[in-house]
Nanobody, 119 residues
Framework: QAQLVESGGGLVQAGGSLRLSCTAS????????MGWYRQAPGKQRELVAF???????NYADSVKGRFTIFRDNARNTVYLQMIRLKPEDTAVYYC?????????????WGQGTQVTVSS
């Protein structure tokens, strides 16, 4: 089995920055795509960004130019650097990872970290 643990959320003023981290641990054999999603109150969970093992990235239009996803494969960690934050970025942010443990391949989710952007 594997676990994903996020950190780095918090309260920030509009225009500020935050960096989220998510580390995978457990009986991991290989990690493929990793991504960040978010869910605001009353809204569906949406994709923010994802990154392949080779470093190819994709972003939601709403965060292009402001958010950067990157990963450290040696540390089984994915990051989300967020700048010029807006109140509409307020949400619970979840990381996920398509990974292969020594038992099977599955998609795992973190517990979520709250990001609140005040105006």
């Amino acid at each position: 089995q594997a676990q994903l643990v996020e950190s780095g959320g918090g309260l920030v003023q509009a225009g500020g920055s935050l960096r989220l981290s998510c580390t995978a641990s457990g009986s991991i054999y290989s990690i493929y795509d990793m991504g960040w999603y978010r869910q605001a109150p009353g809204k569906q969970r949406e994709l923010v960004a994802f990154i392949t093992r080779d470093g190819n990235t994709n972003y939601a239009d709403s965060v292009k130019g402001r958010f950067t996803i990157f990963r450290d494969n040696a540390r089984n960690t994915v990051y989300l650097q967020m700048i010029r934050l807006k109140p509409e970025d307020t949400a619970v942010y979840y990381c996920n990872a398509d990974l292969h443990t020594h038992y099977n391949r599955d998609v795992y989710w973190g517990q979520g970290t709250q990001v609140t952007v005040s105006s």
